[in-house]
């Protein structure tokens, strides 16, 4: 099925569910796993508060620190979990297509993603770079939302386990 497969992270609550599920899916796979983390570019014209009162080094450190922490934490729960995983930092001024060409580059077939669902208006002002995944990528994209993150369990004969999905899966308006 997949061979290998990206996880898009920024370290937040709703991220940490999409790495979960990647990793259980790799387990249970024996795929490869590749994290990624997206910065976006230092700007010298930006209304961004950290680029403003930051040197381009500066920025580019604490950037890169960030993001190594990001990357730490998602590869320390794949391997607690028994799965090695590549730890990529990119920058690009779209995070999207940092992380499509990210797994483009790594030979990917599947991306992995967290939404919140958003609909409506919010979802155009507040825009999402998992939706921009989906729309851009040529590779598929499997979506972790909070409500429906079940996990993938390795069955003893060494099949995979799908979890029912949850009842708000089939909610009206999904």
């Not at 979990?81 to 990119?90: F, M, S």
């Not at 609909?119 to 921009?132: C, I, N, P, W, Y």
């Not at 972790?144 to 993150?149: D, F, G, Q, S």
Request: proline letters at 5%.
């Amino acid at each position: 099925m997949y061979k290998k497969i990206l996880v898009a992270t920024d370290g937040s609550a709703l991220s940490d569910l999409a790495v979960s599920h990647a990793v259980a899916l790799s387990a249970a796979l024996h795929a490869a796993l590749v994290i990624v983390t997206a910065s976006e570019r230092f700007h010298l014209f930006s209304t961004e508060a950290d680029q403003i009162a930051d040197t381009e080094a500066e920025y580019r450190r604490q950037t890169g620190r960030k993001a190594e922490a990001v990357l730490a934490r998602a590869a320390d729960t794949a391997a607690a979990a028994g799965v090695e995983a590549k730890r990529v930092h990119v920058e690009d001024d779209q995070p999207f297509h940092g992380i499509i060409s990210t797994a483009e580059a790594e030979g990917c077939d599947l991306i992995v993603m967290a939404s919140h669902g958003r609909r409506g208006l919010s979802a155009v002002v507040l825009g999402s770079e998992t939706t921009k995944v989906l729309t851009h990528s040529g590779i598929p994209v499997l979506v972790v939302r909070e409500e429906v993150a079940p996990a993938i369990q390795a069955s003893p004969t060494g099949g995979v386990e799908w979890p029912e999905p949850s009842p708000a899966f089939f909610a009206p308006g999904r």
